[in-house]
């Protein structure tokens, strides 16, 4: 009976992948960990979800807002002018509308997505859907 065994480089490329994968799901499961403020008073990565539940931050994949049971998930941050998909989990349309009079709005339909242009300016913009007014986010620019 002949037994064949991996080359070298292969072995290698196996376990790097492996270790690059329990890399990844320890960061995630420590990434919502913490909460904390700056001195001048700005958000942090805590203070991107809305303030309805005492859950941990859950941020959503990069370049996405997502919404689900009538809340909020967002990106840690995004770029300045990065495009921005919003994803609708719900059965319901809500918005994703600034605070701040005409800085964005866009309207997305119940199990639907919308894409919409991060501000050029960095900084925290706080949101808030206009047909459901307890919903309440935070997107960070930097």
Known sequence: MRTTTRP???RR???IAAGAGLITAAALLLGGC????????SATSSD???SMSN???????????????????????????ETLTIRN???TEHSVTADASGSFSVDIPA?????MTAPDQAGTFAFHCKYHSSMHGKLTVS
């Open 55 to 81: 859950m941990p931050a859950v941020p959503s994949a990069t370049g996405e807002i997502t919404i689900s049971d009538f809340e909020f998930k967002v990106p840690e941050s995004v770029t300045p002018g």
């Open 13 to 15: 490329r196996a376990a």
């Open 111 to 115: 199990n639907g997505t919308a894409t």
């Open 8 to 10: 070298p480089a292969t």
């Open 48 to 50: 991107l979800m809305p």
């Open 34 to 41: 913490g909460s904390s403020t700056t001195t001048d008073g």
């Open 89 to 91: 989990n719900d059965s």
